[in-house]
């Protein structure tokens, strides 16, 4: 499977204004980028992949272009997808690594 290469460019510009390291995984058919291991967010095909805190998972998926990660056929734990629409300013779209910075943090003991 391929992914969107300037959805990884923009997600690289981006992750320059955080003091955090973060590295690449090919994942999912696609590309994942890592806080110390644990996955923030991700590129599969045309969508953006975002690892979210539970709390958050009921408001997210109001948003019409916010869906559960079905990657299984299953909704999968604190995994969402958003279509580009969801994330078309850069704004939206650091707000999204935001989130997967925080669910990756939350789970670093």
């Known amino acids: 499977m391929a992914y969107n290469d300037q959805l990884a460019k923009r997600i690289r510009e981006q992750l ?11 994942m999912f058919g696609g590309l994942t980028f890592l806080y110390k291991g644990k996955m923030t967010v991700g590129i599969v095909k045309e969508e953006l992949v975002v690892r979210i805190v539970s709390d958050k ?5 109001l948003k019409a272009e916010v869906r559960p990660m079905d990657f299984t056929k299953r909704p999968m734990k604190e995994f969402i997808y958003v279509s580009p629409e969801g994330f078309n300013s850069e704004e939206q ?8 910075l925080e669910h990756a943090k939350s789970k670093i003991q």
């Open 16 to 26: 320059k204004l955080f003091p955090e390291e973060f590295t690449e995984k090919k």
């Open 57 to 61: 998972m009921e408001v997210e998926l």
């Open 93 to 100: 779209l650091l707000e999204y690594i935001e989130m997967g």
